[in-house]
């Protein structure tokens, strides 16, 4: 079993910057992709970013590109969003998403945190 918890969540204004953290425990051994969703308000979920234990990353959305920025503390296990110049569309939960595999189909992750609150006032 492996949970992941996510931080770092919070109100900034339009193009200022956030830094989410995400934390697992568990069976963290076995993690081996990790990634960054967000959904906002009426909408379905979104797919950020992601990266694997042997450093390979996937493309980020296109919503995203340029301005976040996906990283990991291979200690803690731990993935971090950077984001920068922030937009109020940018406003959503964010959720870490965690799995086993190397290779995760989008939206198949296996383990989920509860998400952090971002919101981008205009």
């Known amino acids: 079993q492996v949970q992941v918890v996510e931080s770092g969540g919070g109100l900034v204004q339009n193009g200022g910057s956030l830094r989410l953290s995400c934390e697992s425990s568990?069976?963290?051994?076995?993690?081996?992709?990790m990634a960054w969703f967000r959904q906002a308000p009426g909408k379905e979920r979104e797919y950020v970013a992601a990266l694997s234990w042997r450093g390979r990353s996937t493309p980020y959305a296109d919503s995203v590109k340029g301005r976040f920025s996906i990283s990991r503390d291979n200690n803690k296990k731990t993935i971090y969003l950077e984001m920068n110049s922030l937009k109020p569309e940018d406003t959503a939960v964010y959720y870490c998403?965690?799995?086993?595999?190397?290779?995760?189909?989008?939206?198949?992750?296996?383990?989920w945190g509860q998400g952090t609150q971002v919101t981008v006032s205009s």
């Open positions: 998403a965690a799995d086993f595999r190397e290779i995760v189909p989008r939206h198949d992750y296996d383990y």
């Open positions: 568990g069976l963290t051994s076995r993690i081996y992709s």
